[in-house]
């Protein structure tokens, strides 16, 4: 008796993965064909039992108010629950409902530590959003290079927002040198799956690229001729005015050597206002200002 009864233990532990693989496809194709009311039923027993596929999908109901009300803290809580079994998709939810502050206080540290928790198991995600936490240096410091990082994971594995939102970083030069080659090549892997920030910068960038004029260089040579001559004339001038001031009225020629002696300062001032703005200019694209990251 004690065998059979061994045995029958057994062969219910062996069945039990079937039976609750069974149960997760026909939820998956209950919710897919919006027939919530059956989701509902199916995975109610599967998320009290502890399953964290089903605890999650709970979650999922409750956050979007499939099949039930929509409710924040009853999403958290089943979210919760499958995020602490190691659930990246729960972690990543959890964190997403911290961020925004749905269900629980808003709390971007947090938020970081779901976002780590799900980004490390490598949901992209999780990845896209930690590199904009550290974007924009909400609760972790600011570190550009940090969220080229966790983009380029994301954006490898195909998320299109990090795939956006690297091109952008390279667009503007931001953790990583500038490259707006590399930027169109986001842009546009971003733009072919539908993202409109991409799409958007995407023909930013090739409707309002504006070659600037390459400066031509200075040709010291002419410049100096010209300074000579004018000095050439200023000293002619010089002289005349220091007769004519010699010969007649001594006010009027001192006003005349009054103002020979500021021209002689205009040149000079070509020459500084050359070295400092002028020189040294290369040809450089102008783009509209693209926005921030999303």
């Given amino acids: 008796m004690k065998n059979k009864t061994l045995r029958l233990l057994i062969t219910c532990l062996l069945l039990l993965p079937t039976v609750l693989i069974a149960g997760i496809d026909e939820v998956v194709a209950a919710y897919n064909k919006q027939d919530y009311a059956t989701a509902l039923r199916e995975l109610q027993p599967l998320a009290n039992n502890g399953d964290a596929f089903a605890q ?39 964190g997403v409902m ?33 590199g904009t936490m550290y974007y924009n240096g ?22 299109p927002g990090a795939q956006s939102n690297l091109g952008l970083m390279y667009d503007n030069g931001q953790g990583v040198p500038q490259d707006y080659k590399e930027a169109v090549k ?3 892997l971003a733009a072919d799956q539908g993202n409109a920030e991409a799409q958007s910068n995407l023909n930013a960038m090739n409707n309002n690229i504006q070659p600037v004029k390459e400066n031509p260089g200075f040709n010291f040579l002419s410049f100096w001729k010209i300074v000579i001559a004018i000095g050439v004339i200023q000293l002619i001038m010089w002289i005349y005015s220091i007769v004519d001031v010699l010969k007649s009225d001594f006010k009027e020629g001192f006003l005349k050597i009054v103002w020979l002696i500021a021209i002689i300062f205009l040149p000079l001032f070509g020459v500084i206002l050359y070295l400092t703005i002028g020189r040294g200019q290369k040809k450089t694209l102008i783009y509209n200002d693209i926005g921030g990251v999303r």
Avoid: C, H, I
């Fill in 138 to 159: 909400t609760g972790v410091p600011q570190d550009y290079k940090e969220a080229v990082k966790w983009y380029r994971l994301a954006a490898d594995q195909g998320n």
């Fill in 186 to 188: 986001w842009y546009r």
């Fill in 56 to 94: 999650s999908g709970l979650g999922e109901m409750y956050y979007n108010g499939k099949g039930v009300p929509q409710d924040y803290k009853e999403a958290m809580k089943w979210y919760r629950l499958a995020a602490d079994q190691g659930d990246a998709d729960a972690q990543f939810n959890v």
């Fill in 98 to 130: 911290y961020d925004n502050g749905q269900g629980v206080p808003q709390d971007y540290k947090e938020a970081v530590k779901l976002y780590r928790l799900a980004a490390d198991q490598g949901n992209p995600g999780a990845q896209s959003n930690l």
